[in-house]
T-cell receptor, first 115, second 115 residues
Framework: GAGVSQSPSNKVTEKGKDVELRCDPI?????LYWYRQSLGQGLEFLIY????????KSGLPSDRFSAERTGGSVSTLTIQRTQQEDSAVYLC?????????????FGQGTRLTVV | AQKVTQAQTEISVVEKEDVTLDCVYE???????LFWYKQPPSGELVFLIR??????QNEISGRYSWNFQKSTSSFNFTITASQVVDSAVYFC????????????FGQGTELSVKP
């Protein structure tokens, strides 16, 4: 597709379960970001991938959170043993860093609800 | 430190009023990019504008205008003759050149335009 695609769009899970959130970036974009947005809050940086470089994981809130990016394209954000405070919208964005078009394009997000 | 500050949490105006959203940034890099995004109630982040640090020329796009001033590290956004459809959360973001592409957001300003 032409834009950043995230799946699922909504996820309800029980506390303590693991969840996987998927992001398909725009084809050819080398950089991929994950952000978290809690209700009424700003964008909290989680992790950033750029090409073959080691990811910047400085925003991951705990070791229950992890992410990978396979083949420089699709990324999966995994949350283990979910807690109620993990409830939020998880946003993915991609960009090509160099050249004239350097803005990040965002997906529509995955709304995660932990009950 | 790399930081973006949007001091105005909420702004409420009446339709047709002009409104300015403030953005102040901090970075040690001499090369960087600045962005504004709009997040309407639907939730999807929409790119509005990109500026690089070498281009201080202000920009106007219809009712939108941006004032970039390196001397004060500010990148303010003005909406002229506001409309109800402008109601949204607006985010300012910084991408320092030497941070490997990390995109740093401000906390956002919620604009409410009343008829």
């Amino acid at each position: 597709g032409a834009g950043v695609s995230q799946s699922p769009s909504n996820k309800v899970t029980e506390k303590g379960k693991d969840v996987e959130l998927r992001c398909d970036p725009i084809s050819g974009h080398t950089a991929l970001y994950w952000y978290r947005q809690s209700l009424g809050q700003g964008l909290e940086f989680l992790i950033y991938f750029q090409g073959n470089s080691a990811p910047d994981k400085s925003g991951l809130p705990s070791d229950r959170f992890s992410a990978e990016r396979t083949g420089g394209s699709v990324s999966t954000l995994t949350i283990q043993r979910t807690q109620q405070e993990d409830s939020a919208v998880y946003l993915c964005a991609s960009t090509s860093l160099w050249g004239t078009n350097t803005e990040a394009f965002f997906g529509q997000g995955t709304r995660l609800t932990v009950v | 430190a790399q930081k973006v500050t949007q001091a105005q949490t909420e702004i409420s105006v009446v339709e047709k009023e002009d409104v300015t959203l403030d953005c102040v940034y901090e970075t040690r890099d001499t090369t960087y990019y600045l962005f504004w995004y709009k997040q309407p109630p639907s939730g999807e982040l929409v790119f509005l504008i990109r500026r690089n640090s070498f281009d201080e020329q202000n920009e106007i796009s219809g009712r939108y205008s941006w004032n970039f001033q390196k001397s004060t590290s500010s990148f303010n956004f003005t909406i002229t003759a506001s409309q109800v459809v402008d109601s949204a959360v607006y985010f300012c973001a910084l991408r320092p050149y030497n941070q490997g592409g990390k995109l740093i957001f401000g906390q956002g300003t919620e604009l409410s335009v009343k008829p």
